[in-house]
Nanobody
Framework: QVQLVESGGGLVQSGGSLRLSCEVS????????LNWHRQRAGAGRDWVAQ??????HYADFVKGRFIISRDRATNTLYLHMNNLTPEDTATYYC??????????WGQGTPVTVSS
């Protein structure tokens, strides 16, 4: 069974922090690179970060503010988001596979950053 379920989104003030979680089915967690993406209102979906082969990669617009991590004990992917700005307001999705064309997607969790 393929399952990616995001949680942790919500409303936060500018400058604040939030941690997103993605529970991943075990077979997917073990086999694929895992990503976070986001989609802002009226825009396309942007790749945010990837964790694969114990290496982390980030889009330039989140470098130094966001941290992606993988908990192998619980099959959970995290995105720790710090120093948030209103421009980070989006629906955040986790995915499994390549950053450009993931094979599996979660349903998304909304994040709103107030100014």
């Amino acid at each position: 069974q393929v399952q990616l379920v995001e949680s942790g989104g919500g409303l936060v003030q500018s400058g604040g922090s939030l941690r997103l979680s993605c529970e991943v089915s075990a077979n997917i967690f073990r086999s694929y690179a895992l990503n976070w993406h986001r989609q802002r209102a009226g825009a396309g979906r942007d790749w945010v970060a990837q964790e694969g082969n114990r290496a982390q990669h980030y889009a330039d617009f989140v470098k130094g503010r966001f941290i992606i991590s993988r908990d192998r004990a619980t099959n959970t992917l995290y995105l720790h988001m710090n120093n948030l700005t209103p421009e980070d307001t989006a629906t955040y999705y986790c995915s499994a596979g390549s950053a450009e064309n993931p094979r599996y997607w979660g349903q998304g969790t909304p994040v709103t950053v107030s100014s």
